[in-house]
């Protein structure tokens, strides 16, 4: 099977929209296209889809602060799952984050999410315990 890892295009976002639902990841309070539409105003290179046949399978959202990198909206269509495109696209875009001079990456998992901590274990990534914490600057 023929993969291809690309920058996200703005033609993309309705079938990148629809693989976040159907993998669980949006949520009531992340409207999907305003996530999509402040990435590419900061860092779009950053923001990558795999494709198969020209149909998004597969996405991952890095950023760096200039301190870590950071990994948001890994996604692979569930058909494709198991066939190392998770693996690529993390591949690609701490490749990406490299280059740039990057240190090191982290990422955030629910805690329930069992599939995505073996998934990054897996690829090297360690368990930490910290407190994560956030506050709202514009309400959605």
């Keep these: 099977m023929s993969i291809r890892i690309r920058p996200f ?42 494709l198969h046949e020209e149909r998004v399978v597969g996405t ?15 996604a692979v269509a569930g058909t494709y799952r198991g066939r190392g495109i998770g693996a690529a696209l993390v591949q690609d875009v701490e490749a990406r984050l490299l280059a740039m001079g990057c240190p090191k990456v982290q ?11 073996g998934f990054y274990a897996a690829l090297g990534y360690e368990h930490f315990d910290t407190w994560a914490t956030g506050k709202r600057l514009i309400a959605d």
């Design 60 to 74: 991952v959202m890095g950023g760096y602060d200039g301190h870590r990198g950071w990994l948001y909206y890994l």
């Design 9 to 50: 295009a703005e033609t993309d976002t309705e079938d990148v929209v629809a693989l976040w639902e159907d993998a669980g990841l949006t949520r009531p309070w992340n409207d999907p296209r305003r996530d999509i539409a402040r990435k590419l105003r900061v860092q779009p290179e950053l923001f990558l889809v795999a």
């Design 107 to 117: 990422l955030m998992v629910r805690p329930d999410n069992d599939a995505a901590r």
